[in-house]
């Protein structure tokens, strides 16, 4: 976490040099796990997030923007709707921390400096890499941690912000991260255990999601841009 830290940190230098519109804030919320454990509903926050985000306002209509975000997922076959996953009974916690970037695109203007209300829905895709633990289920049926590991995902993100002050937004948004793992809940060690083949189960031909649902409060600062040029 602190590597993604230090990242966000430098990328968010770089972009002050430029002297435009940027907001800074956080983002708070729930999230929830999508695999081979537990429930299958896909907006299902169930667990805490917590993080921070940075944007540069390109244009009235894009921004690129990236964040850093903390989140613990859990799933428990006793809460899933499918009789075969109550009787197998397994259930695990992990937590996963990501640095984002990527392009944030509104349907219609929002400018900032607009010195009136505006609002609009957006749409957020770019690349995520993360960290978490790589678990495994031991014979017992129990399922452990045994290593670090990292992956990548490809966020996919829709909201809606609004401004609630002259330079601060509110937003609240759904975000789901298609990663390419299948280890998130131990269905599918690959990493360093002997006779990992044997330890899998579920569908291991179908990587895991995870899914943020929050708000985020920003706050705008620097000079009112000229987009005339972009």
């Known amino acids: 976490m602190k590597y993604f830290a230090t990242v966000f940190l430098i990328l968010s230098t770089v972009f002050f040099a430029h002297s435009q519109t940027y907001e800074v804030g956080g983002m708070i919320g729930g999230a929830n796990y999508i695999g081979d454990v537990g429930s299958t509903n896909y907006i299902n926050p169930n667990s805490f997030a917590v993080g921070g985000i940075f944007k540069w306002n390109r244009s009235a209509r894009h921004a690129f923007r990236g964040s850093i975000m903390v989140a613990k997922i859990k799933g428990d076959d006793s809460k899933s709707s499918n009789n075969r996953r109550k009787e ?22 929002f400018d900032v400096h607009a010195q009136k209300s505006i609002s609009t829905p957006y749409l957020y895709t770019g690349l995520t890499g993360f960290t978490y633990t790589a678990l495994y289920k031991r014979g017992t049926g129990k399922i452990t941690e045994y290593d670090n590991a990292a992956s990548i995902a490809i966020p996919m ?71 005339c040029n972009f």
């Open 157 to 227: 993100v829709i909201g809606y912000k609004a401004t609630i002050s002259q330079n601060a937004m509110i937003g609240f948004e759904i975000g789901a991260r298609y990663t390419f793992t299948d280890d998130l809940d131990g269905s599918n060690p690959v990493k360093g255990l002997a006779d990992a083949e044997n330890l899998k189960f579920g569908n291991t031909n179908s990587d895991d999601w995870y899914v943020f649902t929050g708000i985020t409060v920003t706050f705008a600062f620097g000079r009112k841009p000229c987009y």
């Open 88 to 109: 197998r009974g397994y259930s695990f916690e992990n937590t996963v921390k990501e640095l984002s970037i990527g392009i944030e695109y509104t349907f219609w203007d």
